[in-house]
């Protein structure tokens, strides 16, 4: 039995960088990754913006070494992943319990959407080879076979929380004895069913979205891939590396209240961060920062917003949405935003909220407009999804 888990590597790509250096660069200087839609083919190009990876799939596929049919997604996925093990710079990783814990809502569609638009031509139209990935699980496999890791292979599909459960298992997984090392996160590239799909909730802003703004309008969707190494005390041990933090503390509540929206008084919410301080064996005021999850939407924000006012205390700790900058990247925003916790525990940073003019005025507290550098020694990241799933992460300096 591991008593700790450990975060020994990180590694990202989104549309504010293709590695964990670019995106600190980003978060740094203000630099969200907003734009008209590029390799996203859509009506609403020009007229929604969205948050797209600034590599087309032929560059990301002579990056990966993983062919182009493969689709976006375990494109994406591949580049974060062996960035996280690269990191994490683990020799003889082969003679060790190795797992990879995916999580994906999009998976392979961006190539099915391809395979129906050219089948529909008739004429024998469409390539098979479209297809072949469109499962969740498939998009997992191709990157474990690639990353030559066997021990332990899954994927989790939760919506816009299936990163920080992927998390939370590969943690549980080592506490348990059954794993030593867990690279856990997840991938989601943008594809026009999932556009459309929130287009039709008409929760997506036409302008940069204002997560906790008053005058918030809908989020802005993103794509990209987050994942972080995690280790066991005796593997952390052995490596000739700093640590990036410990992951203290984590839990998943479900407030089934409906498909597509959050309780309005943010039940699921509040029990997520109630029950994971509780697992980390701290106070509310031992947070530093909150890691919102924040997408922009008038629901998310208020509901968001009221387990946070119903759990902590003035003084708040400093918390933001990231999402500011990246957009929401859907399952793969929880494995991202692990990495800016790590991040902020790791280098002591407090991200900004891009956008925020006049705050929500239900609320006695406000998201940071500033980038800044200060002490940080806990930091709770929440992800919370459709159906009312909701999990909280806890990141604790060593």
Known sequence: MSDKIYIAGLGIISA?????????????????????AVFLHTV???????????????????????????????????????????????????????GFISATTAAGIDKTEKFFTDILKGNGKGDLHDVLYHECGSITQVVADKLNITGYTTT???????????????????????LDVAVAGGTDALAKFTFNGFNTLMILDKEFCRPFDENRNGLNLGE?????????????????????????????????????????????????MQQALQAAQLNTNDIDYINLH????????????????????????KMSSTKSF????????????????????????????????????????????????????????NSFGFGGNCSSLIFSKL
């Open 294 to 317: 924040g997408t922009g939407t008038y629901n998310n924000d208020m509901a968001e917003g009221a387990a946070i006012q119903r759990l902590f205390e003035a003084p708040y700790p």
């Open 44 to 98: 609403h190009a020009g007229e929604i913006p969205v948050a797209e990876v600034k590599l087309d799939n032929d560059a990301l596929a002579e990056r990966t070494g993983l062919p182009n049919k493969t689709g976006r997604t375990a494109l994406l996925s591949m580049v974060a992943a062996e960035e996280a093990l690269n990191d994490a710079g683990i020799e003889h990783i082969h003679t060790l319990r190795c």
């Open 224 to 272: 990209g891939a987050g994942y972080v190494v995690l280790v066991s005390d005796a593997v952390a041990q052995q490596l000739d590396k700093e640590m990036y933090c410990e992951l203290r503390g984590y839990s998943n509540t479900n407030d089934a209240y409906h498909q597509t929206a959050s309780s309005p008084d943010g039940v699921g919410s509040y029990l997520a």
């Open 156 to 178: 989790i599909n939760t919506a816009c929380s299936s990163s920080a459960n992927s998390i939370m298992l590969g943690a549980r997984l080592i506490k348990a004895g059954m």
């Open 16 to 36: 504010i960088g293709n590695n964990v250096q670019e995106c600190l660069h980003a978060l740094e200087t203000g630099q969200a990754g907003m734009a008209n």
């Open 326 to 381: 990246t957009g929401h990247t859907l399952g793969a925003s929880g494995g991202i935003e692990a990495v800016f916790s790590s991040l902020a525990v790791k280098h002591g940073l407090i991200y900004p909220n891009l956008r925020l003019h006049a705050p929500m005025q239900e609320f006695p507290f406000t998201a940071e407009t500033r980038f800044s550098k200060q002490p940080v020694k806990n930091v709770l990241s």
